[in-house]
């Protein structure tokens, strides 16, 4: 090859690869051009962007400003002073935050079609605004529905919904009131009666009511503008009929499964109705499933959890006549047509007033036992009439089961299924005094000092009374006893016989309560019960209500008691009992400021012995199964071997129950004795501070706990812990082994035994109650519930009573008002409503 062929070849590559170099510049260059294009176009998008950001962040503060002041006015001072203003006395109240719906409330944002979105504003039904609020302050009157503006601190009208003609939107009549309300995914839930379940949409613009009608739901013809002008109704086959016309409470829930409703693009509720003849449960597919109660058939309230399970009040299922929870863990997909029977496997039947959860109730049978029910995370509390708050924490097992208690002049606590005694639970920092017999005619000796309410009554005093009642009502002979005080707690104890079977209906009557104790007996019988003094009662009485019928009464005995809060002790015929009290116990708050108190005191020097006893109670003879003692103790230390609790077998044998803190051992441990068998803590107990205690035998291992941690366990009891004889707290059975400086607190004996979980949380959650300041009772002195609300955004429960609302962090009341409750408390985000 030639030189300049070598050239000519070099320059012919060279200039190839410029021309490929400059073919890859022009494409680099519209490549770049375009990425800044592009960039450009990203910019304007960020930018855009950002202003939507910027747009939603000044809107959220908008939002937060409004909910602030929200939290800070509408509380019983704000929508209830608004309320008041108009003159409005509400049936029920639902704060309704659309952000809870399954699109956050996105729905609101597409209802410029809607005839309600475009019906002329500032009218007597109509207020300002077209748009839906985000939080809606639904108000229930007998005969008018409300729906206020919550995005707005005056709160102002937004829509109304009258109840005055047959076929208004929500159907009743001039006959018909309102008592229940719910909305969630756009749908507005309404319970009337005795006329009937509404459910109405806002985004499907349709009005329907479900009555008895074999021919199913009625539609209502008109459009939610036209929701008052009288519009007809047609019957349509979209529901089915429901059991009754009488509907008294409303729950609405979406179920994971839900279908979309094309009409609206959510998912479709599901709601459930308590009607005076069952319960009805409109499916999501439309389908109505029944469920018949056992006996009348009355639910009288209703409730879903976030889960979706389902909670019916039957009200008059129980041996005592006064209702039951039933827990349905899946929805029936039938008709249920017997509710004790039909209940799911795996589901829970919680029983009032008897064995199991022994939840609170009425005294009074009309009443039906729960004021409300609230399910939530699960959690049901259950409002009681007369008793205060049960809150149970529910499982799909009816053996492990778990529930707190509050009330107005006792600390709330925790106990296990069939809880047999709960104990040292006061709030009272009085010290305990040697419970004095208070008759001074306990043998019915001086005939001066009863008297008789009319006559017909035949009595006379001479070692006994005897009465005949001969007219065939009422009669009573009473006696004063002024040294009965307001709220305390006493033991009664009756030694009586019967002339006549027909007494057995005869009555003992003991400080404005009536208790029904005295059975058909042909020897002399002693009846004991426990009674709560009601305020401005200071006497005792024999009632009779048979003709002809005769009674002696032997004695009648009359002493103060520490009393057993065990649930329902007041039940008709007395409860579990009391603890007698010997010498003087020292009570003072558990921390500065604490509302719980401890006790202390306890000792054993011959002549001056200090302790507490509660006489024989069969309830805590455990046998071979299952048994808890739950406490809390103070130890401050430097003391000889101290006798915490004991409770002799029968005949003195080795069958009892006996927990004993030793320190003349270098464990300083609490032991566990059961029979002539035991378990020692492996740690020492805490100096100096309050320390939490399970002691049991589960599965017939015994076991100890220390603030919610296994300390010792394994060691194999299968005693048989029976007994005859009494149980003393502080000191031994031998009035030995007592120590004045131990505290203790919150006793607890069942005779099931809880799982470790439920040991931790009992632990964590009543720790709170030890620490300084801590408020835990129902605020007042009532503990007639009259309403619940759970907020779902902070988990705050509201109890309202006619003294005020209290608000609950788990046990302790972080807050409350002074202000009556008399219907209902609604409560989302910090906004509080109630009537």
């Known amino acids: 090859m030639t030189l300049m062929s070598s050239i000519s070849k070099l320059t012919g590559s060279v200039d190839q690869l410029a021309a490929e170099a400059n073919v890859t510049k022009v494409q680099l260059d519209a490549q770049v051009a375009q990425a800044e294009a592009e960039v450009i176009s990203a910019q304007a998008e960020q930018t855009a962007t950002e202003a939507v950001r910027d747009e939603s962040a000044a809107h959220a503060a908008d939002a937060a400003t409004h909910l602030a002041t929200v939290k800070a006015n509408v509380t019983y001072e704000g929508i209830g002073a608004i309320l008041a203003e108009k003159a409005v006395t509400a049936v029920d109240i639902f704060v309704y935050d659309t952000s809870l719906d399954s699109d956050g409330g996105a729905w609101r944002k597409r209802c410029q079609h809607t005839s309600w979105y475009n019906e002329p504003l500032n009218t007597a039904t109509c207020g300002a605004r077209r748009e839906f609020p985000a939080v809606a302050v639904i108000v229930a009157e007998e005969n008018r529905l ?20 047959d076929t208004d939107m929500i159907y009743g009549g001039a006959t018909s009131t309102l008592t229940s309300i719910v909305m969630h995914n756009a749908v507005l839930v309404i319970g009337a009666s005795p006329y009937a379940l509404n459910v109405v949409s806002f985004l499907a613009e349709t009005g329907r009511y479900l009555n008895t009608s074999s021919l199913g739901s009625h539609l209502y013809k008109g459009t939610i503008s036209e929701r008052n002008d009288n519009k007809n109704i047609v019957q349509d086959a979209y529901y089915g009929p429901i059991l009754n016309n009488r509907v008294n409470d409303v729950a ?9 409703d094309p009409a609206t693009g959510l998912p479709i509720p599901t709601i459930a109705a308590a009607t005076s003849g069952g319960t009805s449960v409109i499916r999501d597919n439309g389908a109505v499933i029944d469920i018949l109660n056992w006996g009348s058939n009355r639910t009288m309230r209703v409730a879903f959890d976030a889960d979706g399970r389902l909670f019916i009040h039957d009200a008059h299922y129980s041996v005592n006549g006064y209702g039951a929870v039933v827990q349905f863990n899946a929805l029936p997909d039938e ?3 017997a509710l004790l029977n039909n209940h799911a496997a795996g589901d829970a039947l919680y029983d009032v007033g008897i064995n199991g959860w022994n939840l609170p109730r009425t005294n009074d049978s009309n009443v039906h036992g729960f004021s409300t029910l609230l399910a939530n995370d699960g959690t049901l509390a259950c409002g009681s009439y007369t008793t205060g708050l049960a809150t149970l924490y529910y499982t799909d097992s009816d053996n492990d089961g778990l529930a707190s208690f509050h009330g107005w002049d006792h600390a709330p606590y925790f106990a296990p299924r069939n809880t047999k005694a709960v104990f040292l639970a006061e709030t009272d920092k009085t010290d305990l005094v040697t419970s004095a017999e208070l008759n001074d005619d306990a043998d019915m000796i001086d005939s001066s000092l009863w008297s008789y309410s009319a006559d017909g009554v035949d009595w006379s005093i001479l070692g006994q009374v005897t009465i005949t009642e001969q007219n065939g009502s009422d009669r009573s002979l009473n006696r004063n006893l002024p040294g009965i005080k307001d709220n305390k707690y006493y033991r009664v104890e009756i030694q009586y016989n019967n002339s006549t079977t027909s007494a057995s209906g005869n009555r003992i009557q003991f400080a404005g309560r009536v208790y029904y104790v005295l059975g058909a007996v042909s020897e002399p019988t002693t009846q004991v019960f426990y009674a709560k003094a009601m305020p401005g009662f200071q006497n005792i009485g024999i009632l009779l209500s048979q003709t002809n019928a005769t009674t002696t009464i032997l004695r009648m005995s009359v002493k103060e008691v520490d009393f057993d809060r065990h649930q329902n002790p007041l039940a008709s015929g007395g409860g579990p009992g009391g603890l007698i009290v010997n010498g003087t116990i020292t009570r003072i708050p558990v921390a500065a400021g604490a509302e719980l108190v401890a006790y202390s005191g306890f000792r054993s020097v011959s002549g001056s012995e200090k302790y507490l006893v509660q006489p024989y109670n069969s309830g805590l003879n455990f046998g071979t199964g299952d048994f808890s003692v739950m406490f809390w ?54 100096i100096g501070v309050w320390t939490h205690v399970t002691m049991m035998r589960r599965n017939s291992e015994l076991s ?23 149980m003393y707290f502080g000191v031994s059975a031998d009035i030995g082994g007592g120590n004045e400086a131990m505290r203790y607190a919150l006793w607890r004996i069942s005779d099931t ?13 009543e720790r709170k109650l030890f620490m300084p300041g801590a408020q835990c009772t129902l605020y007042g002195t009532s503990d007639a519930v009259t309403a619940l609300a759970r907020d779902p955004k902070t988990n705050l429960l509201h109890v309202g009573t006619s003294q005020g609302r209290s608000v609950f962090d788990g046990l302790v009341r972080v807050a409350n008002t002074e202000n009556p409750v008399t219907t209902a408390i609604s409560a989302v985000g910090g906004m509080i409503a109630e009537q």
Request: glycine share 10%.
């Open 335 to 337: 008709n249920a047509s």
């Open 146 to 165: 409300t729906i206020y503006d919550g995005d707005d601190p005056a709160l102002p009208m937004w829509m109304v919904f009258d109840n005055d003609f």
């Open 704 to 726: 100890v706990y220390l603030d919610g941690k296994l300390s010792a366990g394994g060691i194999a009891n299968a005693y048989d812990v029976i007994s005859d004889q009494p």
């Open 753 to 765: 035994a809880p799982v470790p979980d439920q040991i931790a949380k009992i632990y964590e959650e």
């Open 252 to 260: 609405i829930t979406v179920l994971p499964d839900a279908p979309v």
């Open 633 to 686: 103790v103070f130890d401050p230390g430097g003391h000889s071997t101290t006798a915490v609790l004991q409770r002799k077998g029968m005949g003195g044998a080795d069958t009892g129950l006996y927990i004993w803190r030793f320190t003349s051992t270098s464990s300083r441990a609490l032991v566990l004795t059961v029979g002539n068998n035991g378990i020692s803590a492996a740690q020492a107990t805490p």
